[in-house]
């Protein structure tokens, strides 16, 4: 052997030591900490919350700028992107263990012109090593490393694990992190439907999620897709003829949906469970870090109670009706000329001054006087509208974009299983892009009105022994400190006794204040603490008419105890929480906040008497067009309708609505600022669909629960108890005209709901729709079959007799 060779495999020996000393130092950490093999089965990618509904539907996520991405298992991808991924990116990925020697001669060899050589495994440890430097002897160790990790992976995961890893921790630009989002965001699909041309597309991204963006570059985009279907074609994934097919077709973009905030289902529910969810976060530690859960972060999944469906027509019936309300109340005098801020000109200042805009001029320098000037300066803008878009170009003054805006009349709903305390559906506003404030929420009050008489009602039952039929006086009563209530004037028919289910039928005042005066304000107040509503109500007697302050949230509280069975049921949203994984973290569905507040048979008699407001007061023939068995409902106006409320029930679901601005000098002067005119439609169109959607399992024929030792009593007759016309005091002027389709938008321009739906979650609604229209109308046929000859008489019933089921007093001397 020459010295010249002996020189050589010296060197070459010497430098293969020295590497594999190399390899080991950095294997043993001197050259930066590695992942363990705990870290590499649970890598520490940053994951976006995922908020779901009932049914498991993706209402929304919560995520910072570089965390919104959704782990997604291998079976639920896409065998087009599989192949599309492993024909572009690593053709022998099947072949090696994590380092493909070949391709890495070849990059060597051809100084990368021809591809670099890592492998997909490798590519993986990059992004979970979140490596990347400029620096050459850097980027050297940090190519090492990624050798190692991907060796480890290759012995400790699947090929089928790494592929799914790869996929969950890859950009896809637009801010999109992960297969999964990146089919939601580009295609409004689920990554195992995506077909060949969209695979190809969403791959092609990975060499440059900018360049190859069909949003940004959709000509560089379809030529790098073509590049990726030709690969495909090569490595036998794909014939030449179905290759030649999608080759021919353009990038379809008009799916595109950016995920952000404002899209996704129920968006002010999901804004107002955020804090609850960082409150919970802040309390409870990640095993894996020992530090706080991040809801940013961690990849939490929450289940709500949500209803995808109930959520739907929920906003479809604010959609339809409150353009409605809109279009009267901005065609009132106080509204179109200004006038209604002429004694408010201090609350307009205060906006202003709150505004983004006076806030940059103030810190430009700008003085007071130079920005109220360019507050009265004409600029174009966009504003909400009521229409196809929910917007609208216009050209007004920031000064009168802020009264257009105060002058939009918000809405508040809330539907709950009354047993439960489930929330199945829950509006905040009227755009949530528009306008975040949510009004539903348990901090949000606002005066109920007449709404609160059901609980002074169920006090005066459950401890004064008042029935139905106990006389009351329709007249103002005195308190002394506290004078006249209701106030002189505001009192009609002083002096008539009406019935008490008369009186609670049609909301009657000054039967109110006497029913206060019996029970006493300060037992009321306590009342209303007892049943479990957090809010203090001040012992005045005007309680009794709703002068307080209380949330949507609390009343239907309060309100669950009369279809329970006497039973106070805290709505809850939450069932449980997991972590990314799929562990169950805490459960909330199982310690539901239920207490007993009043007796079934005070329940029960409540739950009859308030069908009185559905039959004949104050929401005349509502029962009668829902054709329920059996309901309860109750109006709510407060003074000079600045609030509107409507709560109903059947024994399966309870609704509230509430109707307002924000500012309470704005309101409807008409007759339709009544509860039973401005927010009963909205609850009598949410109800009308939900029953006729037979998928919720809500049953028309259904009866509240008689308790035993009621079986028995004697029942009263209808025309005794409850007047047949509104006695002079009847809340609203309209009494019995809240008839949801007389109040809803008929107009070509349809308004689309708040909720941004995927194409999936609008084609499982519509074909929901369609099956109910087929079931409907053959329940007409099976109707019209069976109705009754023409000259069949019907025998009428007393109202009593139709709530408790019981038969009709004998009438004496034949009359």
């Given at each position: ?13 010497f430098?293969?030591l ?8 950095i ?25 779901y ?7 929304g ?9 959704s ?19 690593d ?32 590519q993986?440890?990059k ?35 790494i ?15 992960g ?42 985009a ?42 996704g ?14 409150k ?35 906003e ?40 983004d ?9 700008a003085s ?53 305390g ?13 306008f ?9 009050k606002?005066q109920v009105?007449s ?5 002074l009602?169920s006090?005066?039952?459950e ?37 008490m289910?008369?009186a ?13 005066k ?31 302050d ?7 509280w ?30 909330f ?20 008497m308030?069908q ?7 929401a005349?023939?509502l ?11 109750k ?18 679901l ?38 006729a ?22 029942m009263?007759?209808?025309m005794?108890i409850i ?47 369609k ?10 046929v ?12 019907k025998?009428?019933k ?10 009709d ?7």
């Open positions: 052997m020459s010295k010249a060779v002996r020189i050589f495999w010296s060197l070459f020996f430098g293969l020295v590497f594999i000393v190399f390899i080991g130092m294997n043993f950490d001197l050259f930066g900490k590695l992942p363990s093999l705990k870290q590499l089965e649970n890598p520490s990618i940053m994951l976006a919350s995922e908020v509904a009932e049914d498991g539907t993706s209402m996520k919560y995520y910072t700028d570089r965390g919104n991405r782990n997604v298992d291998y079976k639920d991808i896409s065998k087009n992107a599989i192949d599309a991924l492993v024909a572009t990116e053709e022998r990925f099947y072949e090696h263990s994590g380092i493909d020697g070949w391709a890495v001669m070849r990059a060597v060899g051809k100084l990368g012109k021809d591809g670099g050589g890592s492998t997909i495994t490798q993986l440890a992004n979970m090593l979140d490596q990347g430097s400029k620096n050459m002897a850097r980027r050297f160790i940090e190519k090492l490393k990624e050798w190692i990790i991907a060796i480890k992976l290759e012995r400790n995961f699947t090929k089928q694990e592929l799914a890893l790869y996929l969950n921790t890859v950009p896809f630009g637009d801010n999109v992190y297969i999964r989002n990146a089919s939601r965001t580009f295609f409004s699909k689920e990554p195992d439907r995506l077909d060949v041309d969209e695979a190809a597309t969403l791959i092609g991204m990975l060499k440059g999620n900018t360049l190859y963006n069909p949003r940004r570059n959709n000509r560089a379809f030529d790098r897709r073509n590049t990726v279907i030709n690969q495909m074609l090569k490595n036998n994934f794909l014939s030449k003829e179905d290759a030649a097919k999608y080759k021919a077709q353009p990038i379809d973009m008009s799916h595109y949906r950016k995920m952000d905030e404002n899209n289902l129920a968006p002010y529910f999901r804004d107002v469970i955020r804090d609850d969810l960082k919970w976060c802040k309390e409870h530690k990640n095993p894996a870090t020992g530090e706080s859960y991040s809801l940013y972060e961690d990849g939490l999944r929450i289940y709500t109670t949500i209803n995808p469906r109930m959520q739907t027509y929920a479809e019936a604010v959609a339809k009706h409150m353009p409605v309300l809109q279009k009267v109340l901005s065609g009132q005098n106080s509204v179109r000329k200004g006038t209604a801020w002429l004694d408010h000109k201090n609350v307009l200042e205060g906006y202003m001054k709150k505004s805009r006076w806030q940059s001029m103030k810190d430009d320098g007071d006087e130079e920005i109220r000037k360019a507050f009265n300066q004409p600029v174009q803008m966009k504003v909400f509208a009521w229409n196809s878009k929910r917007e609208k170009d216009t050209i007004m003054s920031p000064l009168d974009s802020i009264k257009y805006c105060r002058q939009m009349l918000e809405t508040a709903f809330m539907a709950i299983d009354p047993i439960t489930a929330v199945k559906a829950w509006i905040g506003g009227i755009d949530f892009k528009t975040k404030f949510d009004h539903a929420n348990i901090n949000t606002r009105g709404s609160i008489k059901p609980f009602y006090l005066a039952i401890e004064n022994g008042f029935t139905p039929e106990t006389q009351v006086e329709n007249t103002a009563q005195y308190f002394p400190g506290s004078g006249m209530v209701p106030a002189r004037g505001l009192c009609k028919g002083n002096g008539a006794m009406v019935s289910a008369s609670l039928a049609y909301s009657l005042n000054c039967a109110s204040a006497y029913i206060i019996q029970v006493g304000p300060q037992r009321f107040a306590d009342f209303i603490k007892q049943i479990n509503i957090p809010t203090k109500v001040e012992p005045y007697p005007s309680i009794a008419l709703g002068s307080c209380i949330s949507l949230y609390e009343m239907m309060g309100y669950s105890m009369f279809p329970s069975s006497g039973f106070s049921s805290k709505p809850y949203y939450i069932s449980r929480i997991e972590d990314k994984n799929g562990n169950v973290l805490e459960r569905d199982t310690e539901r906040d239920r207490k007993e507040v009043i007796s079934q048979s005070t329940a029960y008699t409540m739950c009859r308030m009185g407001a559905a039959d004949v007061g104050t005349s023939g029962r009668n067009r829902l054709g329920v068995a059996e309901m309860g409902a109006t709510g106006t407060t003074n000079d309708n600045s609030d509107a409320w409507f709560f109903g029930y059947t024994p399966q309870l609704a509230g609505v509430w109707i307002g601005c924000d500012d309470r000098f704005i309101r409807l002067e008409s007759g339709l600022g009544y509860g039973g005119r401005a927010a009963l439609p909205i609850w009598e169109y949410f109800f009308q669909k939900s029953l959607d037979k998928t919720l399992g809500l049953d028309k024929q259904i009866k509240f629960v008689q308790p035993e030792n009621m079986k028995n009593d004697q009263y007759d209808y005794n007047d047949k016309t509104p006695p002079p005091g009847a809340e609203g002027i309209d009494v019995g005209n809240g008839n949801a389709s007389e109040y809803m938008d008929t107009t070509t321009q349809k308004v689309p709901i708040d909720s941004k739906l995927t194409p999936d979650e609008q084609n499982i609604l519509q074909e929901a729709k099956e109910n229209e087929k079931k409907r109308d053959q329940q007409v099976d109707k019209l079959n069976a109705a009754p000859p023409p000259d069949a008489k025998e009428k007393g109202f009593f007799k139709k709530l408790f089921g019981g038969k007093k004998e009438k004496k001397d034949g009359n």
